[in-house]
Structures are given as C-alpha cells and as structure tokens.
C-alpha cells in the first residue's frame, strides 16, 4: 500500500484521481485550501464529503500548498506526491497575476522541496498545455519551444516547470513528471468551463455563448484519461525532470463540440456570438508520442462518449 499526499485533491482532477487512489487501495491525505474560485468551495465540499462517505479513511487537510509548516508534517513517510493544487484559469489570471505566480510557481517549489527533504524520490504535478502559447508547431511536442506564454496562467504553469526542473538538478535520484494536461473534461468539471457551461445551457434552453467564429480548436481530454495518465506517470516515469503531454490527440472546432453536445443532450443548441477573449490560444493539439512510449498510454474515451458523461452529469446534478 503506497502513502500518498495529492494536493488540491477535492478540486475536479483531485476528486477523481483521490477516489482512484483510494480505490485500488493506496493510503491517501489530501491537502486542499478550499479556496473559492475559479472552482467552487461549496463543490469542494461536496467532493470532500463524497469521498469521505465511500472512502471513510481519507484524511482531508485544510491548508494552502504555499504553508510550508502546514504541509511539511503530512509529506513524512510519503512515496508519491501528486501535485494538483492550482490557481486554474486564462482569464481570470489577468486580474490577479501576482496571486497566480505565488501560488503556482511557489507552491509547486514549496511541495517539491518538502517531498524531497521526507525522502519522497516520486513527484507528479500539473502543468498545462497553456504553455505552448500561439508561437508553438502543432501538434505541439514536449520539446518544442515554449516561451511566449498568452496569459498570466500560461506564464505561473511554464515557470512551475522551469523552477521543478532546476530543483530536480539537486535531486537527480528523484522522478519529476511534468504532465500538460489539454482541456480536462468530464463530471465535476468547473462550472464556468466551456463543455458544462454549454451543457446546462443546453438542457435549460437556453442560448449558448460561442467566442470568436467557432474555428477555436482544442484538444478536449476526458478526466478519466487524466486520471490513468497521473498513474501512468506515477509508476513508470524516469527519474529526473520529464514532461509529458496528455491530451486527446484530436482536436475538434467549437462548431463541431457544439454540435456533439446538442446530439448527446438530444436537444438543438442555440448559439450566440462574442469576440475572442484576451489570453485565448487559437488551437491546443497534443502530441502524445512520448506519453504512450514511456508511459505506456494513450487516451481511450472519445469526445462522444466523454460529452455524454457530463450530459448525465451535469441532468443529475441541476
């Protein structure tokens, strides 16, 4: 049985990945700070209190990833740290960037050099494919550039990795796997994230709201898939810094997501235009070569049967 501390680990991936973990058995603590925003404190709750109900051994912490003296005593013992705890989100990062540097680029410092001063040699955390930017070839390959970041975001995800990386030189023995997660989707997903924004809109009847022309692509990324990838990542990554990206490999327009989701939820959509948002890449597309060669995976749910899981999600959860 394998002890293991994830942070952020009531959020939408942290919920997921937690019961995963605890289903095939691990011992797992939780460290959350139950902040508001971008992803809801009161879902928060309602992750924590569902995992608690089927799970009654979980230990959830309250605390912020940037209190060392909070997290320091929950890493003893550890063999894994999953690091998930984030300030997630494109746009709201312009009104705070301060606040997204501290807490993305100081908390993964902070849980890096506390799982390395317990003697934790495995560390996986998140980072984004937000760090591409405009600038990078698609489909974007985890050796490509990556330096013109679009959003403050963009910029706390790439410096995370930047600062992991220069620490793991000091700990060579240590596996630090970066994983660029592309437009993570599924039950629980952050209200305010396109596919279950559009699908309560959907189902309510009422218009939804379209950026740009509907040319936008990205490369949506079932949370299941996620979930394996962290896994994945967990156990058979080599020791040293690595990124890998997990994504869908087959990015789809907003015209086609749309047109998806109407299907699933056997209801036409009615669709309003708005321009493109400040921050907004033109099209995410994952190469994930590395991914499958290393790690042994590659992603399984198609957008079609991932969106049909947020449809019923999203009508039994009004």
């Known amino acids: 049985m394998a002890r293991v501390v994830v942070t952020g680990g009531v959020g939408f991936i942290g919920y997921h990945l937690t019961r995963a973990l605890l289903a095939r058995g691990d011992d797992v603590v939780v460290v959350d700070d139950f902040s508001d925003a971008p992803y809801p404190a009161a879902r928060k709750r309602r992750n924590e209190a569902d995992l608690v109900r ?7 912490v309250h605390g912020c990833v940037t209190d060392r003296a909070a997290l320091e005593p929950l890493c003893a013992g550890a063999t894994l740290v999953v690091h998930l705890a984030a300030l997630a989100g494109v746009r709201p ?3 705070a960037p301060a606040r997204y540097a501290r807490v993305n680029v100081e908390g ?3 849980a890096f050099e506390l799982a390395r001063e317990a003697g934790c040699t495995r560390f996986v955390f998140a980072s984004s494919s937000s760090v591409y930017g405009n600038s990078t070839p698609l ?14 975001y963009a910029a706390s995800k790439r410096g995370s990795e930047l600062i992991a990386s220069s ?4 700990a060579p023995e240590t596996t630090c796997a970066a994983l660029r997660f ?9 209200p305010e994230m396109a596919i279950t924004r559009f699908a309560r809109a959907i189902l309510a009847g009422r218009p939804i709201t379209v950026f740009g022309d509907g040319s936008m692509r ?13 896994l994945a990542a967990a156990e058979r990554a080599p020791a040293g810094f690595r990124p890998y990206n997990l994504g869908s490999g087959s990015p789809v327009d907003l015209h086609t997501l749309v047109k998806m989701l109407g299907e699933a939820a056997g209801i036409a959509p009615v669709v309003e235009r708005a321009p493109q948002p400040v921050g907004d890449v033109d099209a995410t597309f994952a190469d994930v070569a590395r991914a499958r060669a290393e790690l042994g995976w590659e ?7 991932g969106l049909e899981t947020v449809v019923r999600w999203v009508r039994d959860n009004p």
Do not use: K, M, N, W
């Open 54 to 60: 089927e799970f009654p051994s979980l230990r959830v």
């Open 93 to 95: 990062s312009f009104a």
């Open 108 to 110: 993964t410092a902070t």
């Open 139 to 152: 489909p974007a390959h985890e050796d490509a550039p990556a330096v013109q970041p679009e959003s403050p």
């Open 167 to 170: 620490l793991c030189r000091r």
């Open 182 to 190: 592309f437009t993570v989707y599924g039950p629980r997903q952050r």
């Open 218 to 230: 990205r490369d949506f990324t079932h949370v299941d898939d996620i979930v394996r990838g962290v």
């Open 299 to 305: 992603p399984r749910v198609t957008l079609r049967e």
